[in-house]
């Protein structure tokens, strides 16, 4: 076999048993496959559906606490898009926060029905007391430094206060918030 030259046979190229085309292997989804991914996206679909009807209808069963903080959270964006100060305030005759710019109100939040002209609820809003130096540091829900309204600045903060709310039943609570977010630091009775 050294120095010989061994011939192979050629293989033949495979045909198809009509002609003379080559076979080759075609991808393609399966039916089952496609109807798979078309049950996956039912099912994706439907959950989202779902979530987002129960976000729409969740204006419906807000309790007040909750529309406090849609109201600061809503405030803090709109001074941050429009680039001006937004105050919010306790409208007593509709039972309303309101929201406003240049005295053009923006956005409107209702609350509870124990707020408002018929009802007896109150929402107040107070400052929180600064210290100084090295004084102790005053107990911010102690503040009975009245505000008519909450300023909240283009860059998204407020001067530390507190909102107290009185629902008509002689309870009431008062919420310290933080002055760069809409979360409450502090609850008391």
């Not at 779902?50 to 807000?62: C, V």
């Not at 109201?71 to 409208?91: D, P, Q």
Request: charged share 20%; proline share 4%; aromatic share 8%.
């Amino acid at each position: 076999m050294y120095g010989r030259s061994v011939q192979m046979a050629v293989k033949a190229p495979m045909i198809s048993a009509t002609g003379n085309k080559r076979i080759e292997k075609l991808s393609a989804f399966s039916l089952i496959e496609i109807l798979l991914v078309l049950a996956l996206m039912a099912v994706a679909s439907s959950i989202v559906v779902y979530n987002f009807a129960a976000f729409a209808n969740r204006g419906d069963s807000l309790n007040t606490e909750d529309t406090i903080d849609a109201a600061i959270r809503e405030g803090r964006y709109l001074a941050a898009s429009t680039k001006k100060i937004i105050v919010l305030y306790y409208e007593e005759q509709t039972g309303q926060l309101v929201l406003s710019s240049d005295n053009n109100a923006l956005a409107e939040f209702q609350l509870d029905e124990v707020f408002g002209e018929n009802g007896r609820g109150t929402i107040e809003f107070y400052s929180v007391p600064s210290s100084e130096g090295m004084s102790p540091i005053v107990d911010p829900a102690q503040s009975r430094s009245q505000i008519v309204a909450v300023q909240f600045a283009p860059d998204r903060s407020s001067t530390p206060f507190i909102v107290e709310i009185n629902d008509g039943e002689g309870t009431s609570e008062r919420h310290v918030y933080d002055p760069f977010s809409s979360l409450r630091k502090v609850s008391s009775p």
